[in-house]
Each structure stands twice: as structure tokens, then as C-alpha cells.
């Protein structure tokens, strides 16, 4: 079946201006994660879903991260008045079944530009 | 809390065996993950571990001491295309936890 997905795949946008990233997890998978990789640097953890709720938001970096998920399948990740520390490569990761140690399935993320 | 720690680069001769070493202090520790990651591309799944001992698959295994907080991937037989960055990632109570990674190149 299909793999996670994400768009857009690149995003070049100005500082202060807002920005949707949209994932569309691998169907079924109730888990969702968001994170994000800075050039040359590891997987930093922003949030996960389990179905529709949020139990762990502690990666979001500032109050203009938030992220939604809404019918158990796409979820959306919004940063407001964006920062030229925001550039980074967001991605997005699924999971089935109810145990952390299950294979997350990562998506092939977005690149998000701030200028 | 999570802390993890495996060296930020390595680099290994194709066709030899080359250990990448992790070591961690994980709250509610439920296993470890490896993950493999190409240059601009998103992580691939390579092994979980949840018990102590060697797991073996293909040309990668993957060792885990829960009581030492250690785990190590094994590559054999290296080849040009295992040029890419491995993250250890070991599971905590309700999170996973990606290190940086150790950048290995494979050289001829």
C-alpha cells in the first residue's frame, strides 16, 4: 500500500508569514509523529497523536508550533510568524498498532525555507 | 529523561566489518531502535531490539545490554551504498528518542 506522505515537499516563505505542512499517514496507522531535522543534525521530537489527541506536545519549540489531526488520519503541523531558525526539514512518521516500539514509518518530509 | 550517545562519524573500507556503538539513559526503557538515513532522505527502519543478544539479518545485526545501556550495529561485507547516517534510537516510556547519528562513509 501507499507509504506516509507529505506536502508540500519544499517551502520557501518569508519571515513572519505562516506555514501548513500537511501529512497523510500510511492508512490505518492510529500513531503520528512530527519532527524535525536541522542541516546535519538529529531527529528532534515536536509532538505525537494517538488517533486524534495529543498525550505529548513537549517537543513544540514555542507556542507558534501547533499541530492538528482530525479524523484519525491527516494531521497538520502550522508555524505562525516564522523565524529563520524554523528552516529545517520537517517530517512526519506513522505507527500501527498501540506499542511505542512498533516500526514508525517515516514520510519523505518537507523543506521549509525561511528567508 | 533521554541521553544518548554514539560517535558523530566513522569511516570503514568496502568489503570490511564495521561496529557502530550507542549508549544510553532511557526512563522506561522498552527496547532500541536502529534507523538508517541516506543523504536528503528520511530514516529506514533496520532493527528493534528489546531483549538482550545479538539479532541477526542479512549483512546488519544489532546487539543489545539492557543492563549496560549499550547497544551496537554490526555491518558486513560493506558496500559503497551503506554510505548514510545511523541512528541509534531507543524507546522510553511512550516516546522514541532518535541520537544524532553517526555518519559512516564506506570507502573503496
Known amino acids: 500500500g501507499a507509504g506516509v506522505s507529505q506536502s508540500p515537499s519544499n517551502k520557501v516563505t518569508e519571515k513572519g508569514k505562516d506555514v501548513e505542512l500537511r501529512c497523510d499517514p500510511i492508512?490505518?496507522?492510529?500513531?503520528l509523529y512530527w519532527y524535525r531535522q536541522s542541516l546535519g543534525q538529529g531527529l528532534e521530537f515536536l509532538i505525537y497523536f494517538q488517533g486524534n489527541s495529543a498525550p505529548d506536545k513537549s517537543g513544540l519549540p514555542s507556542d507558534r508550533f501547533s499541530a492538528e489531526r482530525t479524523g484519525g488520519s491527516v494531521s497538520t503541523l502550522t508555524i505562525q510568524r516564522t523565524q529563520q531558525e524554523d528552516s529545517a526539514v520537517y517530517l512526519c512518521?506513522?505507527?500501527?498498532?498501540?506499542?511505542?516500539?512498533?516500526?514508525?514509518?517515516f514520510g519523505p518530509g518537507t523543506r521549509l525555507t525561511v528567508l | 529523561g533521554q541521553n544518548i550517545d554514539q560517535p558523530t562519524e566513522m569511516t570503514a573500507t568496502e568489503g570490511a566489518i564495521v561496529q557502530i556503538n550507542c549508549t544510553y539513559q532511557?526512563?522506561?526503557?522498552?527496547?532500541l531502535f536502529w534507523y538508517q538515513q541516506h543523504a536528503g532522505e528520511a530514516p529506514t527502519f533496520l532493527s528493534y531490539n528489546v531483549l538482550d543478544g545479538l539479532e541477526e539479518k542479512g549483512r546488519f545485526s544489532s546487539f543489545l545490554s539492557r543492563s549496560k545501556g549499550y547497544s551496537y550495529l554490526l555491518l558486513k561485507e560493506l558496500q559503497m551504498k551503506d554510505s548514510a547516517s545511523y541512528l541509534c534510537a531507543p524507546v522510553g516510556y511512550q516516546k522514541v528518542t532518535f541520537g544524532i547519528g553517526t555518519k559512516l562513509q564506506v570507502i573503496p
Open positions: 532511557t526512563s522506561g526503557f522498552n527496547g
Open positions: 512518521a506513522s505507527r500501527g498498532g498501540t506499542s511505542v516500539g512498533n516500526e514508525q514509518f
Open positions: 492508512s490505518g496507522h492510529t500513531a
